[in-house]
């Protein structure tokens, strides 16, 4: 008979407070967030269609920028449009079923774009050290193992959270202090032991993301070593260009990431006000950089776009 009462207390929907602290300036807060939103969103379908009906950038490279593009939209729309209507509508519930959803695509998004990452270090790695192989090793057959096997990883880590919040009985408040629900913090809620909630959300996505992190700095090491073999130095400079856009992306990626971790973790003096700020600027800020960083400093993509847009004011 327990059973089924605390069961039932996992139906009622949750109440998102948006940003603790900042109530008042919700309405105008919005405004920025929406424009970096649109700036997100356009620039990643943009880039999308230009690796889709650009032939020259039918490469292991730009398929894999345009996973990472396919990503950064689904982080950034699974939370803002939500954080939006609390802003601007004051639609702060949401249902238990929708929160899970949430928290599913926020934490997968997150650990498939750190796996993309990953990967596309691995690419360079293999341009710069085997250039003469680099078709041969790359393959498109090669290629669909690689996606499967990152976004497989990326499902099976984080899926079992949906059950492990799914279990848990919410017999006390039911608001959230944040603008969108995340795993640790729908957990907290709980009138019950969240430890197996807190060793797997933190351990599990965590350590696997470091392991990425490892593998991406292993791969720039032998990067680096095979540069500076290099005699000409031209032909230096034109090796770290390539990958000067991805570099700027896994430091705009990871940075903040760890920073927040910590912050959480051991800045007990840091406001939560200062927290969810952050956690949103962090969702939406990459997502709006990505594409203008690959389209600034990748010259196929640059003189794509500058093509797409001088042929439109021809017309």
Known sequence: MVTLNLSSYNHGPFTLVGIPGLEKFHVWIGIPFCVIYIVAVMGNCILLYLI?????????????????AMTDLILSTTC???????????????????CLTQVF?????????????????????????????YTTI???????????GISSRSFCIIFPVVFLL??????????????????????RL???DISINIWYGFCVPIMTVISDVLLIAISYTLILCAVFRLSSREARQKALGTCGSHVCVILMFYTPAFFSILAHRFGHNVSLTFHIMFANLYIVIPPALNPIIYGVKTK???DKVILLFSTKDTE
């Open 52 to 68: 889709a009906v650009e032939r020259s950038l039918h490469e292991p490279m730009f398929f894999f920028l345009s996973m990472l």
């Open 80 to 98: 803002i449009p939500k954080t939006l209507s609390i802003f601007w509508l004051g639609a702060h519930e949401i249902t238990f079923p929708g």
């Open 105 to 133: 695509f926020l934490h997968c998004s997150f650990v498939l774009d750190s796996a993309i990452l990953m990967a596309m270090a691995f690419d360079r790695y293999v341009a710069i050290c085997s250039p003469l192989r």
């Open 138 to 148: 790359l393959t498109p057959k090669t290629i669909i193992k690689i996606v499967v």
């Open 166 to 187: 799914k279990r848990l009985p919410f017999c006390r408040t039911h608001i959230i202090p944040h603008s969108y629900c995340e795993h640790i913090g729908v957990a």
């Open 190 to 192: 709980a009138c019950a």
């Open 300 to 302: 196929q993509i640059r």
